[in-house]
């Protein structure tokens, strides 16, 4: 009889705090709770659980680039004329090839990079899904990884791996299907897209619960920061500016589809007490039902976008041809760098010594050796020409 009473009684406890946090979790009354930092300046938990999703995608994208380094190979391919000689075969091409510091053009061709020859002429849709992991050369790798570990770290604990992993994943798709409608004939990679679309889901989530956060200004600076610093460097060669903008406006998207309330998160540990698995399941449930309308609506503009897009993809559409200025927002020339997307033809004379001449601009260039490949050849007539 004891024990009954026992029984019934938790079980009126645990109503009465279900309805406790009912009555606190209604729009009105949220307003008027205690405010959370926004994500960037909140303290970070030190479980590695809480950050397993995007330490997965930076061990990824380091090991595509040590493999892409392995391809390059510039102390055999380029006879030793290269950057950081002593790192021999991972040591990069000379900057004025890669202004980056990273592999060269054939190699970057070789791995998987976006190129209209290859995409459009020759249909390898499959470098969709590999142009987002690589890089396109060092200084490229430590700014774009570092600015993911920052906010995307920040993001998963926030509002946890899977929706964030989602996010990353299907932002670099889509930044890459965005790449692809602007092509041009000289190799890009758009593994910046995935952090595009991590700040646009920040954007969004500072939109979505701006009532929610206090350093709201300082937040939107430093997104604002994290996203003119990587616009700028997607100017240079070799980064595609357009993946930046197709994962921004996806990342965007899904953040009004997938994020949810912080607060109400943090209501549940700090009052939950020794109920706190069932209050966690009555706010997890709160949470899919919470803007029905503003998450489908940003869900519908997500699939409409994915509707036209994959389809101009699979036709070759190229946007190019129809915008003649599209191009400076991918690249814009400089004495460093050339943007150029066309293919020069260059004469070669063999005898002791390997000599490269552009009967266009009348520039030849000499070699202490012979032997080279046809795709190495071609990117130094490039050079030589551009």
């Known amino acids: 009889m004891g024990e009954n009473s026992k029984f019934q009684t938790q079980i009126e406890m645990k109503q009465a705090i279900a309805g406790r946090y009912s009555r606190e979790l209604t729009a009105d009354e949220l307003v008027k709770e205690e405010q959370v930092p926004f994500p960037l300046f909140r303290r970070l938990s030190q479980k590695r659980a809480n950050t397993w999703i995007i330490s997965l995608f930076v061990i990824l994208h380091l090991g595509a680039f040590i493999a892409t380094m392995l391809v390059n190979d510039c102390w055999e391919n380029s006879h030793g004329d290269c950057a950081l000689k002593p790192l021999r ?53 430590i700014i774009n990884l570092s600015s993911v570990i920052f906010v995307g770290i920040h993001l998963e604990q926030e509002f946890g791996p899977l929706r964030i992993g989602v996010i990353y994943i299907l932002s670099a798709i889509a ?76 990342g965007f998207l899904l953040g009004f589809v997938l994020l949810f309330k912080p607060q109400q998160e943090k209501l549940v540990r700090n ?24 998450r489908g609506a940003a869900l519908v503009i997500f699939a409409f976008l994915l509707a036209g897009i994959i389809p101009a993809v699979l036709h070759s559409i190229n946007i190019h041809e ?65």
Not at 213 to 235: E, H, I, P
Not at 322 to 332: E, G, K, L, R
Not at 349 to 355: A, D, G, Q
């Open 322 to 386: 129809y915008c003649s200025w599209c191009h400076y927002i991918d690249c814009i020339p400089s004495k460093l760098w050339s943007c150029t997307d066309k293919a020069f033809h260059c004469e070669m004379v063999n005898s002791e010594h390997l000599t490269l001449s552009c009967p266009n601009t009348g520039r030849f260039r000499v070699f202490p050796f012979t032997n080279i490949s046809e795709a190495r050849f071609q990117d130094i007539c490039n050079l030589i020409c551009s």
């Open 89 to 141: 075969r991972f040591s990069f091409q000379p900057l004025s090839e890669n202004p980056l510091l990273g592999p060269s053009a054939s190699a970057l061709d070789e791995i998987g990079a976006l190129r209209k020859t290859l995409l459009i002429d020759n249909h390898q849709l499959w470098r969709i899904f590999t142009s987002p992991w690589f890089h396109a050369g060092l200084f490229h790798l």
């Open 175 to 250: 930044g890459s299907l965005v790449a692809s409608l602007f092509v041009q004939d000289r190799p890009s990679v758009c593994s910046s897209g995935a952090l595009f679309g991590l700040l646009g889901t920040l954007l969004s989530g500072l939109i979505r619960n701006w009532k929610s956060y206090t350093k709201k200004f300082a937040g939107l600076v430093a997104t604002m920061t994290f996203l003119m610093t990587n616009l700028v460097l997607g100017l240079i060669p070799y980064i595609n500016n357009f993946a930046n903008i197709g994962g921004f406006m996806s």
């Open 271 to 294: 009052k939950g007490g020794l109920f706190d698995f069932d209050a966690k399941h009555f706010v997890k449930r709160r949470n899919t039902l919470d803007k029905p309308v503003q």
